[in-house]
């Protein structure tokens, strides 16, 4: 047997090369197309043959591979004498501490979300009392996800929620206290549905409660009619004013009149 027969008999195939290294025949092509790792031997038929000194240098790729280098700095440390290799391993630490931080900020904004999308609003009941009024129930907001936590408008509410700050909610709740003392001095001052002074505060309305979610026209009917129909509600605003929730709510039919909408006909969309 020749020289060239006996160097070919102590090298292994591809295949076996690539299990060896635990990766794939695939990869070992790509490796020796771009001239990472190419076996020094082939057969007279061409096929790769892998020396003992080829098996070592892929355990070395490998190696590298595995604490995330990429395939040029993996080159760098294998070809060039100068390459500091524990510099490239110390700038691969400080990108993965990077990345790292990255991705804690991103799990806990997903966290966030996440309990928005169950909770609503990611304050404590005793904070959300101190924000919204001692007369404030946290077990309602609660209780909406119930009611409506299988709608688009509370996907909407828990994604603008998620990230509200204390004192945004502070800014909104004062924003709606506001309003509603306006509704009420509009009551007392007799301004009648359908006129402009009356409109500009459904409009007020529309806009300050939209920061929930979108509110349309047609929505603002159906929210008109809860307020002076359900008891929690009805209650609320005849307590700021004996009759509120029923002028609110002619006040947001004429509203939409003005706009060519029928309140009768309105539907939550």
């Known amino acids: 047997m020749g020289e060239r027969e006996r160097d070919i008999a102590d ?6 090369a690539a299990e060896l290294a635990g990766v794939t025949v695939r990869t070992l092509h790509h490796w020796d197309e ?10 007279t038929a ?3 043959q892998y020396t003992d000194a080829d098996l070592q240098r892929l355990d070395r790729i490998v190696a590298y591979r595995e604490v995330g280098l990429g395939l040029d700095a993996v080159r760098e440390i294998l070809d060039d004498a100068t390459a500091e290799i524990s510099a490239t391993l110390r700038e691969q630490r400080a990108q993965l501490a990077e990345r790292i931080q990255e991705l804690q900020q991103l799990d ?12 609503g609003i990611l304050l404590s009941d005793e904070a959300q009392s101190e924000v919204f009024g001692a007369d404030w129930g946290a077990h309602r907001a609660r209780h909406a996800r119930t ?6 408008q509370w996907a909407q509410f828990a994604e603008r929620a998620a990230f509200r700050t204390r004192e945004q909610w502070q800014s909104l709740s004062a924003a709606m206290s506001t309003l509603q003392l306006d509704l009420g001095n509009a009551l007392d001052q007799g301004v009648i549905p359908g006129t402009p002074e009356a409109n500009s505060l459904i409009e007020r309305h529309r806009e300050v409660f939209s920061n929930f979610f979108p509110l349309t026209r047609q929505m603002q009917v159906c929210l008109g009619r809860m307020f002076e129909s359900d008891p929690g509600f009805s209650a609320h605003y005849d307590g700021i004013r004996v009759g509120l929730a029923s002028w609110f709510r002619q006040s947001i ?10 309140p009768e006909t309105a539907t939550w969309q």
Request: charged letters at 30%; hydrophobic letters at 30%.
């Open 253 to 262: 039919d004429e509203c939409a009149r003005t706009h060519g909408i029928d």
């Open 34 to 43: 771009i001239g990472l790792a190419s076996p020094s031997m082939r057969t």
């Open 147 to 152: 009611v409506w936590g299988d709608t688009v």
């Open 108 to 119: 806990a904004r997903l966290e966030r979300m996440t309990e928005a999308h169950e909770r």
């Open 46 to 48: 061409g096929y790769r």
């Open 11 to 16: 090298c292994v195939t591809v295949g076996e």
